[in-house]
């Protein structure tokens, strides 16, 4: 079983609308969840961290996350074209040594 | 200079060359990663070094061969490698439980 799951897409939504990415992953001792984005070429960056249970938002992006689940997603509202990239969910169990898992990451395209 | 730097951003070398990856990050974190990453494939942890001291070899060929000196600096040595090794690397630090912020990555061509 994967650390961490991903749908790979692609997944296209019109400019404006809500882009909604999922993520689950396998092991319950997972402490601290990322989201980040990357561009073709590029290295991944930070979008969006969440430790606990709940809803987190920051601008256009809300975090969320449900650990009896283990599910993690990003919502992304009035999606723009400079959004489409590749969005990475990431795991880190810090406390066997700081060890960060990666999705196979999820390619949004918004279309204008 | 700040954040995660690598050199060198490009690297072609061939299969009887030895080479070396190098990373430097100025954030004062206490873990470093090496990533691979080949085209269409996700991201593949390499080794992690968590207060210097390597924590996780994911199963990755000999031929690899990290250097962790202090807490700044982070090295891939490289020799003998095969073309299916080529990739962009990437190099990553992180506080414990905090995000990982990742260099620019090394792409590297074995011909």
């Known amino acids: 079983q994967k650390e961490v799951e991903q749908n790979s897409g692609p997944l296209s939504v019109p400019e404006g609308a809500i882009a909604s990415l999922n993520c689950t992953y396998s092991d319950r001792g997972s402490q601290s969840f990322f989201w980040y984005r990357q561009y073709s070429g590029k290295s991944p960056e930070l979008i969006m961290f969440i430790y606990s249970n709940g809803d987190k938002e920051d601008g256009r992006f809300t975090a969320q996350l449900n650990k009896a689940s283990q599910y993690v997603s990003l919502l992304i509202r009035d999606s723009q074209p400079s959004d489409s990239a590749t969005y990475l969910c990431?795991?880190?169990?810090?406390?066997?040594?700081?060890?960060?898992?990666f999705g196979t990451g999820t390619s949004l395209t918004v279309i204008p | 200079e700040t954040g995660v730097t690598q050199t060198p951003r490009h690297l072609v070398m061939g299969m009887t060359n030895k080479k070396s990856l190098k990373c430097e990050q100025h954030l004062g974190h206490n873990a470093m990663y090496w990533y691979k990453q080949s085209a269409k494939k996700p991201l593949e942890l390499m080794f992690v070094y968590s207060l210097e001291e390597r924590v996780e070899n994911n199963s990755v060929p000999s031929r690899f061969s990290p250097e962790c000196p202090n807490s700044s600096h982070l090295f891939l040595h490289l020799h003998t490698l095969q073309p299916e090794d080529s990739a962009l690397y990437l190099c990553a630090s992180s506080q414990e439980g905090g995000e990982a912020f990742f260099g620019q990555g090394t792409r590297l061509t074995v011909v």
């Open positions: 990431a795991v880190n169990r810090w406390y066997t040594g700081n060890q960060f898992y």
